[in-house]
T-cell receptor
Framework: DTGVSQDPRHKITKRGQNVTFRCDPI?????LYWYRQTLGQGPEFLTY????????KSRLLSDRFSAERPKGSFSTLEIQRTEQGDSAMYLC???????????????FGEGSWLTVV | AQSVAQPEDQVNVAEGNPLTVKCTYS??????LFWYVQYPNRGLQFLLK??????LVKGSYGFEAEFNKSQTSFHLKKPSALVSDSALYFC?????????????FGAGTRLAVHP
């Protein structure tokens, strides 16, 4: 499978614990995005990398959230001191810039479900 | 601010009938518009996009969408619905901010195709 890969697919954690999600983008895609989706809502933008540089962060990304893409390949999203309001699906996506064939289509992974109890 | 509206929470259609899922947008400059589909407990799958050119865009699984600049709409259509088309559909617009870009999504429309 050469799509966007996310791990773990499901995570149940107690309030106050830290969690980390990993995303492996499509090979050679230089842009990587994190979105959050709650039930009944469309995905909301969290943050975005071009190669290893984090270029934009949403106001939704509180100080408890941190994302990295250290080598410009895979990315991690860490949530510290989780709260029940963090329960959501966290979606990773990737795209390739200057790809005239795809017109910069953003491709999504299967998502990582987080439940904070 | 750039935004997308999907006015219908749910669309019901009988199998074999044509379907339309509505989307309107608000964007400064030329819009880049996308449709994605989401099956239960899954991620989003890309269906089609409009960047430039013909107003009628054809995509995956027999879906197409019509870009209408005067009505700022990008409705998703299919001539003959299948039960397997039942899913959540999201319209999105590419928003450019600070020279970079991200997708802004609508709230989604649930499509239910009945046998």
């Amino acid at each position: 499978d050469t799509g966007v890969s996310q791990d773990p697919r499901h995570k149940i954690t107690k309030r106050g614990q830290n969690v980390t999600f990993r995303c492996d983008p499509i090979s050679e895609h230089n842009r990587l995005y994190w979105y959050r989706q709650t039930l009944g809502q469309g995905p909301e933008f969290l943050t975005y990398f071009q190669n290893e540089a984090q270029l934009e962060k949403s106001r939704l990304l509180s100080d408890r959230f941190s994302a990295e893409r250290p080598k410009g390949s895979f990315s991690t999203l860490e949530i510290q001191r989780t709260e029940q309001g963090d329960s959501a699906m966290y979606l990773c996506a990737s795209s390739l810039t200057r790809d005239t064939n795809s017109g910069n289509t953003i491709y999504f992974g299967e998502g990582s479900w987080l439940t904070v109890v | 601010a750039q935004s997308v509206a999907q006015p219908e929470d749910q669309v019901n259609v009988a199998e074999g009938n044509p379907l339309t899922v509505k989307c309107t947008y608000s964007v400064s400059g030329n819009p880049y518009l996308f449709w994605y589909v989401q099956y239960p407990n899954r991620g989003l799958q890309f269906l089609l996009k409009y960047i430039t050119g013909d107003n009628l865009v054809k995509g995956s699984y027999g879906f197409e969408a019509e870009f209408n600049k005067s009505q700022t709409s990008f409705h998703l259509k299919k001539p003959s619905a299948l039960v397997s088309d039942s899913a959540l559909y999201f319209c999105a617009v590419r928003a450019f901010s600070g020279g970079y870009n991200k997708l802004i999504f609508g709230a989604g429309t649930r499509l239910a195709v009945h046998p």
